[in-house]
């Protein structure tokens, strides 16, 4: 059974950082393409930053150049570094594993202006 434990949210000003983990068991993140969606209130669910088994990795337009994502092998854990955050970053932010299409609980980021 694949779980998925986010962390690392919380609040922060407009123009920092915060890293988001995501701890998985169930799954071999190395070999499994894992990505971040994020769901704003009242919004629906959208597509992040995606890291496959190769390493390579896909951004959303609006991230892009400020997030990335990342992976630790031996913590079996992926990364979400959010640089320059903006207040419209806010959201729960969730993680995802692709082939198994399981998702973590989510872990809210709120960027006040």
């Known amino acids: 059974q694949v779980q998925l434990v986010e962390s690392g949210g919380g609040l922060v000003q407009a123009g920092g950082s915060l890293r988001l983990s995501c701890a998985a068991s169930?799954?071999?993140?190395?070999?499994?393409?894992m990505g971040w969606f994020r769901q704003a209130p009242e919004k629906q669910r959208e597509f992040v930053a995606l890291i496959g088994a190769s390493s390579s990795t896909d951004y959303a337009d609006s991230v892009k150049d400020r997030f990335t994502i990342s992976r630790d092998n031996v913590k079996n854990t992926v990364y979400l570094d959010m640089n320059n955050l903006k207040p419209e970053d806010t959201a729960v932010y969730y993680c995802?594993?692709?082939?198994?299409?399981?998702w973590g609980q989510g872990t809210r980021v709120t960027v006040s202006s």
């Open positions: 169930g799954i071999i993140v190395r070999l499994n393409s």
């Open positions: 995802r594993a692709y082939a198994e299409n399981s």
